[in-house]
């Protein structure tokens, strides 16, 4: 296991112990990502605007 996996997945269940605590679900986490992915855009370049929503949507499907 590489060491970037064992933080990635202990970030993981630290953010699922979160939420549980306080009755939010990662449904919720991941509707609220897209919708701010889907509104990126503060004057910046449509190629910076296009990779940051790829990058939020990749981080999202590993969620």
Same mark, same amino acid.
């Given at each position: 296991?590489?060491?970037?996996?064992?933080?990635?997945?202990?970030?993981? +269940?630290?953010?699922? +112990?979160?939420?549980?605590?306080?009755?939010?679900?990662?449904?919720?986490?991941?509707?609220?990502? &897209?919708?701010?992915?889907?509104?990126?855009?503060?004057?910046?370049?449509?190629? $910076?605007?296009?990779?940051? +929503?790829? &990058?939020?949507?990749?981080?999202?499907?590993? $969620?």
């Amino acid at each position: 296991m590489t060491l970037s996996f064992l933080f990635s997945s202990q970030l993981q +269940q630290r953010v699922h +112990q979160i939420l549980n605590l306080r009755g939010g679900s990662v449904k919720v986490v991941r509707h609220i990502m &897209r919708e701010y992915a889907e509104n990126i855009g503060d004057g910046k370049s449509e190629e $910076f605007k296009e990779s940051e +929503q790829k &990058r939020i949507m990749d981080l999202l499907e590993n $969620f």
